[in-house]
């Protein structure tokens, strides 16, 4: 079985299509056309990617076909750019931080303005909100 044939076994397993495949790996959908017509082969970083998003999945399976003690076992992820953002409230004082010299601190005016919400935006596509409770 070749490279190509396991990836459209872990498609099939997962009941995925290649385009849900190729946005959970996170490749373009014409990468994953270009292998399954066997125009291309896939790149190690195509792999690498394949191997991240199933932890599961054999590297040596993957790459040769070659079953390892445990079979693998293949289950749809979730999809983490679908996933909807989680509220946090943070209390507390952070240990890590260090007070700084009043030397290094600059002075701003302040103004009546109240932060409502902080929203951080990750790279893989997911975010969390921050919620000012106050």
């Not at 849900?20 to 056309?33: E, K, L, N, T």
């Not at 293949?74 to 507390?92: L, S, V, W, Y």
């Not at 240990?95 to 932060?115: C, D, L």
């Given at each position: 079985?070749?490279?190509?044939?396991?990836?459209?076994q872990?498609?099939?397993?997962?009941?995925?299509?290649?385009?849900?495949?190729?946005?959970?790996?996170?490749?373009?959908?014409?990468?994953i056309?270009?292998?399954?017509?066997?125009?291309?082969?896939?790149?190690?970083?195509?792999?690498?990617?394949?191997?991240?998003?199933?932890?599961?999945?054999?590297?040596?399976?993957?790459?040769?076909?070659?079953?390892?003690?445990?079979?693998?076992?293949?289950?749809?992820?979730?999809?983490?750019?679908?996933?909807?953002?989680?509220?946090?409230?943070?209390?507390?004082?952070?240990?890590?931080?260090?007070?700084?010299?009043?030397?290094?601190?600059i002075?701003?005016?302040?103004?009546?303005?109240?932060?409502?919400?902080?929203?951080?935006?990750?790279?893989?596509?997911?975010?969390?909100?921050?919620?000012?409770?106050?």
């Amino acid at each position: 079985m070749s490279i190509v044939n396991r990836i459209k076994q872990l498609m099939h397993d997962s009941e995925l299509s290649a385009a849900a495949f190729s946005d959970i790996i996170g490749v373009q959908r014409s990468s994953i056309s270009h292998i399954l017509s066997e125009r291309n082969k896939p790149s190690l970083d195509f792999i690498l990617k394949i191997l991240h998003a199933y932890p599961s999945v054999s590297s040596e399976w993957l790459l040769k076909g070659i079953d390892s003690k445990s079979p693998p076992t293949f289950g749809i992820i979730q999809d983490k750019k679908a996933a909807t953002p989680r509220e946090t409230e943070i209390t507390g004082t952070n240990p890590r931080t260090k007070s700084t010299p009043q030397a290094n601190t600059i002075h701003r005016e302040t103004s009546n303005k109240v932060v409502e919400h902080i929203i951080v935006c990750y790279k893989d596509g997911t975010s969390i909100t921050y919620l000012n409770k106050n």
